[in-house]
């Protein structure tokens, strides 16, 4: 069964999101890069030869004027807000796909609004008055239908999905995943299904359905069903299940992305919960959130594939947290543009402050400008007082399957629980958790970041990194290093020459006495703990080397300033006669010690 549905489309939807967040032209060539390789490219940058999957080389070989922007869902989300707002002024209940994809149902709306081609112009005249952005309307039956017809701008003939799909190429499924795990799902079943000869939709289509689902699974089952020109979860007057809602009311009010959040991540476990108590899974998740002001805000947001698995608490979360960054930040823009508009006297300010920075006679005058520039206002801030997930298109899991190894423990579970209560009272980043992440040094290489939090390390630990430590990794890295004297058996002190290597073999090792700026009791206290003093002995106490392998150079950031610059260094695994085994850095400042082993 299939449904009359219209997608909304704006082309390359991040590298506009990007480009509109960092302010780069439209006429310069542009793409989004994720730390890897190209995840979106702009039109001009298509038409310079750049693809998608190209490296940073690689692409900047082909276009030396290109513009590499960074990647962020939450950005792509929060930006896509008004354009979201722009197109419900048009059609009521849209559900979001992707940042920089709605659906629309095109059955009402276009009765409503004369035909389906007056309904493709007022979404598309309605996104550029409200937003600024151009966007590409189609209309089809079934989820894939319309969006292909929505590259060209095509309106479809009912009943005619299935034939304006036959002989497009079976890669064009990847248009209808919803994240990037999706469409590296899709794209393996399109390899497999190349190298079995199935290379168009309607080849697919025309196979039985129980030889696909017993072949492929329910990833080869969701790809015929859109080949088919059908929807996956058809509409139903009745409902075999009832929606699922989770809600609360936030006392005291929240005017916070990051406090609303913590309210948010508690009803993602409530909603998840639920869903595996019922056993079942949703396609449809509603966000819902009531202003102080009575204002209700809602958004629709389509899921994976179906499953525990996709829908995981985590995953709920982002959704949220996203959601709440475009409402908060959007009626943040819009009210400060209103107050600006109504106020002339703080136009005047401003325009004064912008006229003496741009000649130059007073280039800190934004700073002179008053931090509440309406002090006798009695307006606050929008704030959000109720909230509420709303699971929709349930329908029974099936042979769907949670986690394989079961769930987390009750320890586990309260142990979480506890840490976002605290979160919540101390703030986001009062509760830092350390990851392991790329580098040579063994500092750079902790990574620490905000409970809960999901995002990716800077430096991926999957890169080569020249000079980095071999195995195995010290337990203990000191904060901050001790100062330590290295000598020879005969008692004079070893350095590092550049080129001939160290002068001599470490014999023994002395702790030396701390700085002046470093001898405060209160730090000493806090750093020496009793498992530090085990390993790393009080000051003017010498050890004897029992054994010792190295150095390891390593010279880094060469282009940065000079006092900035960390100069040449080398690491020393050092273990002493008593079995304990430490890690020695050598600089031009003399020796410390950085870090020990169990």
């Known amino acids: ?60 070989g082909v276009c030396p004027e290109l513009v590499l922007l960074p990647a962020d869902d939450a950005r792509d989300v929060r930006l896509f807000e008004p354009v979201a707002a722009a197109a419900e002024t048009v059609v009521a209940g849209i559900e979001v796909v992707r940042a920089g994809m709605l659906l629309l149902p095109a059955g009402g709306a276009s009765r409503y609004h004369g035909s389906e081609e007056a309904l493709a112009e007022l979404l598309i005249d309605a996104v550029a008055a409200g937003s600024g952005h151009e966007c590409a309307v189609g209309t089809a039956d079934g989820l894939l239908a319309a969006v292909l017809a929505t590259r060209t701008g095509a309106v479809v003939p009912a009943g005619a999905s299935a034939a304006y799909l036959a002989p497009r190429a079976m890669s064009e499924l ?72 989770v809600a609360t009311d936030l006392d005291p009010p929240l005017d916070r992305v990051d406090s609303a959040t913590f309210a948010g991540r508690r009803l993602a476990e409530e909603l998840h919960a639920l869903l595996m108590q019922h056993s079942v899974t949703c396609g449809r998740l509603q966000i819902a959130a009531r202003t102080d002001e009575g204002v209700d805000l809602v958004r629709t947001w389509r899921t994976d594939l179906g499953g525990w698995g996709g829908l995981t608490p985590a995953r709920i979360t982002d959704r949220i947290r996203w959601q ?19 106020d002339p006297a703080a136009r005047a300010r401003s325009r004064t402050a912008r006229d003496a920075v741009a000649s130059g006679r007073d280039p800190w005058a ?22 509420a997930i709303t699971a929709l298109d349930v329908a029974p899991a099936g042979a769907e399957q949670g986690r394989l190894w079961g769930g987390p423990s009750g320890g586990d579970l309260r142990a979480h629980r506890a840490l976002d209560r605290v979160q919540g009272i101390v703030g986001g980043s009062g509760i830092l958790v350390a990851t392991l992440q790329g580098g040579r040094d063994v500092r750079d290489q902790v990574h620490l970041q905000p409970w809960g939090e999901q995002t990716e390390p800077a430096r991926p630990v999957d890169r080569p990194w020249p000079g980095r430590l071999p195995d195995p990794a010290p337990a203990s890295v000191l904060d901050p290093p001790e100062r330590v004297d290295v000598r020879d058996a005969t008692g004079v002190p070893v350095v590092l020459d550049v080129r001939s290597g160290m002068s001599g073999e470490p014999a023994w090792v002395r702790w030396l006495p701390p700085e002046p700026d470093e001898a405060s009791t209160e730090r000493v206290g806090r750093r020496r703990g009793a498992a530090w003093d085990l390993a790393v002995p009080a000051a003017d106490e010498a050890r004897a080397v029992a054994g010792w392998a190295g150095p390891w150079l390593l010279s880094e950031r060469w282009w940065v300033a000079a006092d900035d610059r960390p100069g040449l260094r080398a690491h020393l695994q050092v273990t002493f006669d008593d079995g304990r085994a430490v890690l020695l850095a050598c600089a031009a400042t003399g020796w410390t010690c950085e870090a020990t082993y169990d």
């Open 1 to 60: 069964m299939s449904t009359r549905t219209t997608v909304l489309w704006v082309p390359d939807w991040p590298v506009v999101a990007a480009a509109t967040s960092e302010q780069v032209p439209p006429h310069v060539p542009s793409a989004v890069h994720d730390g890897r390789q190209l995840t979106a490219v702009s039109a001009l940058a298509r038409a310079e030869g750049v693809r998608r999957g190209m490296r940073r080389r690689q692409a900047q």
């Open 174 to 245: 990847v248009h209808a995943a919803v994240t990037d795990e999706a469409a590296s799902a899709v794209a393996q079943l399109v390899d497999l299904l190349h190298r079995l000869g199935l290379r168009q939709l309607g080849q697919l289509a025309a196979l039985p359905p129980t030889d696909v689902h017993a072949r492929f699974g329910r990833l080869g089952t969701w790809a015929q069903t859109l080949a088919r020109g059908d929807d996956e979860r058809p509409p139903a007057r009745r409902r075999p299940e009832a929606d699922l809602e």
């Open 324 to 342: 709440l960054e475009g409402w908060l930040a959007s009626s943040a823009i819009e009210t400060a543009r209103s107050r600006a508009a109504d």
């Open 366 to 387: 934004h700073d002179d400008l008053p931090t509440n520039p309406w002090p006798d206002d009695e307006s606050r801030a929008v704030t959000l007082v109720h909230l």
